[in-house]
């Protein structure tokens, strides 16, 4: 355990160090925050009761979570495995195990500055949650970091280094757009709607909202996300291999 957590603090580190890395995790959701929160240009199909605020902070929180759990990690995992760095760790007595659980680890405190940094700037804003729901919302985004981590490393596992720099950004960007994180399914078409709700990100974008407006649970989002994490995580388990 205590090289798990060393390797953790090295990983989490190196994380908040590396400027890129910043970008994607708290720059980018900062700005599409001020951007979709402050400004209307985006139709957002707001109820009665709702602000621009109590749609977008959730949302921008799950991108947070999409930002470190799989864009970053996939992009440095690939790059680490090109370079022959998991071959070498694999082989010290970290073990295959102690990256994964590592890097989790990392991920996860990365999380909680994210949290702790966005969520000031939406409360500066005038963000208001339902505080009744913040166990639902931890536990959507713990849900939601296992299947995008495991999706991550899935996809750092088994393709090389430049297609994986390609195919995270672009999902990046996809899901920001028509993803159902940021923007809800109900500003889509009904068909897009319907499927953006069976993705791992429209469920934690629904399950996040849902918790901080109303301090509600949404079963439905819960167990799509629960589904895509253990399907994910065993594909990752299968098919990941620390060594290009």
Same mark, same amino acid.
């Given at each position: 355990?205590?090289?798990?957590? *060393?390797?953790?603090?090295?990983? *989490?580190?190196?994380?908040? +160090?590396?400027?890129?890395?910043?970008?994607?995790?708290?720059?980018?959701?900062?700005?599409?925050?001020?951007? $979709?929160?402050?400004?209307?240009?985006?139709?957002?199909?707001?109820?009665?009761?709702?602000?621009? /605020?109590?749609?977008?902070?959730? @949302?921008? $929180?799950? $991108?947070?979570?999409?930002?470190?759990?799989?864009?970053?990690?996939?992009?440095?995992?690939?790059?680490?495995?090109?370079?022959?760095?998991?071959?070498?760790?694999?082989?010290?007595? /970290? @073990?295959? +195990?102690?990256?994964?659980?590592?890097?989790?680890?990392?991920?996860?405190?990365?999380?909680?500055?994210?949290?702790?940094?966005?969520?000031? $700037?939406?409360?500066?804003? @005038?963000? +208001?949650?339902?505080?009744?729901?913040?166990?639902?919302?931890?536990?959507? @985004?713990i849900l939601g970091s296992i299947a995008f981590t495991s999706l991550g490393l899935l996809i750092a596992g088994t393709l090389r280094a430049e297609a994986v720099l390609a195919v995270a950004n672009l999902l990046w960007v996809l899901i920001l757009i028509g993803g159902g994180l940021v923007l809800p399914a109900s500003t889509f078409s009904p068909a897009l709607a319907a499927a953006t709700s069976w993705l791992p990100s429209g469920a934690l974008g629904e399950a996040l909202r849902t918790a901080t407006t109303t301090g509600g649970l949404d079963v439905l989002a819960l167990l799509v996300l629960a589904a895509w994490a253990a399907v994910l995580a065993l594909a990752a388990s299968r098919w990941f291999r620390p060594t290009a």
């Open positions: 355990m205590k090289r798990v957590l *060393a390797y953790a603090h090295f990983e *989490a580190t190196t994380a908040m +160090r590396n400027g890129e890395q910043l970008l994607v995790a708290i720059i980018l959701p900062a700005l599409v925050l001020l951007g $979709l929160g402050l400004s209307d240009v985006v139709d957002l199909s707001l109820q009665a009761d709702q602000t621009r /605020l109590d749609i977008v902070v959730p @949302g921008v $929180l799950g $991108l947070a979570v999409l930002s470190s759990a799989f864009t970053s990690q996939a992009i440095s995992t690939a790059f680490d495995r090109r370079w022959g760095v998991l071959r070498l760790l694999a082989t010290t007595p /970290l @073990g295959t +195990r102690g990256i994964v659980a590592g890097k989790v680890m990392a991920i996860f405190a990365v999380q909680v500055v994210q949290v702790l940094v966005l969520g000031a $700037l939406g409360l500066m804003l @005038g963000w +208001r949650p339902d505080l009744g729901g913040l166990v639902w919302a931890v536990a959507a @985004g």
